[in-house]
Nanobody, 120 residues
Framework: QVQLVESGGKLVQAGGSLRLSCAASGRDFSTYAMGWFRQAPAKEREAVAIISYSTWYADSVNGRFTISRDSANDMVYLQMNSLTPDDTAVYYC????????????????WGQGTQVTVSS
């Protein structure tokens, strides 16, 4: 059974940093694209950062966020720096067999999410 478990979300002040973690289990994820997505209140879920053979970042986080993976331990991380209130959202980890995609419906493995709140 595939399981993705996020952790690390909390309340932080603007300008601060957080590192989110995602623990994957249930299969070999070394060949999977892994991604971080977020959903703010009253907004659609959006892709934030994806790692496959390369990395991709949303324009809104490029230069501030860094995605990384530890394939030996099936972990994926999102280092978030210079946080702003606009980064407030539930952050989800997701896995997709094969190559990366920006089409959210093609990601078939999702975690439950972790809340990140940035205060001004």
């Amino acid at each position: 059974q595939v399981q993705l478990v996020e952790s690390g979300g909390k309340l932080v002040q603007a300008g601060g940093s957080l590192r989110l973690s995602c623990a994957a289990s249930g299969r070999d994820f070394s060949t999977y694209a892994m991604g971080w997505f977020r959903q703010a209140p009253a907004k659609e879920r959006e892709a934030v950062a994806i790692i496959s053979y390369s990395t991709w970042y949303a324009d809104s986080v490029n230069g501030r966020f860094t995605i990384s993976r530890d394939s030996a331990n099936d972990m994926v991380y999102l280092q978030m720096n210079s946080l702003t209130p606009d980064d407030t959202a539930v952050y989800y980890c997701a896995a997709r067999a094969g190559t990366a995609s920006l089409r959210l419906s093609s990601w078939d493995n999702w975690g439950q999410g972790t809340q990140v709140t940035v205060s001004s």
